[in-house]
């Protein structure tokens, strides 16, 4: 939830009218998503996971590298309810600039993901690439072989890998990289009363939720090696 309300929020306050925020660009976003990751997980931490896991392709992927799948259906049933908890949070928050913005598509954009160029090959392969890199980057940042790192430390790196997955990645599909954080707050979209708000593109919405659980599949099979 609090990674939505984060994440969301930032685009909300970047791309809707009347925002103090408006059009503060592709920077603004990345590093809110990137904050609103290292804060998803302590708060998750602080109120009792021990994986804070806040995305089901990270939960899948350590599924599959310890070969325990006992986890994955509690887990995605909080990520998925706490990220449309969080796109409503989002909605009342900026509730008046809804009916200012004239743009369907960039009240969508608030809640879910696009692609720069419709071309579902592509836009596959970069959310499996951006999901793979994702992994194998939360792999290195807690294995030994990083030299170890502080308490507390681990959230503010994986908030920083996610930064760069968006700055270097992030052009091409608007790096979803989590199953939770697109289906859900695009569901909310389609049920929320959002003057004007246009279609909720259910045509692309299975690339922001496959393409993840493949990449995180890969990640799991390759940290599985690694050992």
């Known amino acids: 939830m609090v990674l939505i309300i984060l994440g969301s929020g930032v685009v909300a306050g970047v791309l809707l009218e009347k925002s103090k925020a408006q059009n503060a660009g592709w920077i603004v976003i990345t590093a809110g998503w990137a904050f609103a990751v290292t804060l998803g997980v302590f708060t998750a931490k602080t109120f009792g996971s021990v994986d804070a896991h806040l995305n089901p392709a990270v939960t899948l992927a350590f599924a599959i590298k310890t070969g325990s799948l006992e986890n994955v259906l509690p887990y995605f049933s909080a990520q998925f309810s706490g990220a449309f908890a969080g796109a409503i949070v989002t909605w009342l928050h900026y509730l008046p600039h809804w009916a200012e913005t004239k743009s369907s598509d960039l009240k969508l954009a608030v809640f879910s993901t ?81 003057p004007g708000k246009g279609s909720s593109d259910w045509r692309y919405a299975w690339v922001p939720v496959a393409a993840p659980l493949i990449g995180g599949a890969l990640g799991g099979l390759l940290m599985r090696v690694a050992g």
Do not use: C, K, Q
Request: net charge positive; aromatic share 8%.
């Open 114 to 194: 696009s692609p720069a160029m419709r071309h579902p090959v592509s836009n596959m392969v970069s959310e499996i690439f951006g999901t793979l890199v994702l992994i194998i980057g939360i792999y290195a940042i807690f294995s030994r072989g990083s030299g170890g790192i502080s308490a507390g430390m681990g959230p503010f790196l994986v908030g920083i890998l996610v930064w760069a997955i968006g700055l270097s990645m992030g052009g091409t599909t608007g790096y979803a990289i989590n199953p939770a954080r697109d289906f859900s707050p695009r569901l909310a979209h389609a049920l929320l009363p959002i």
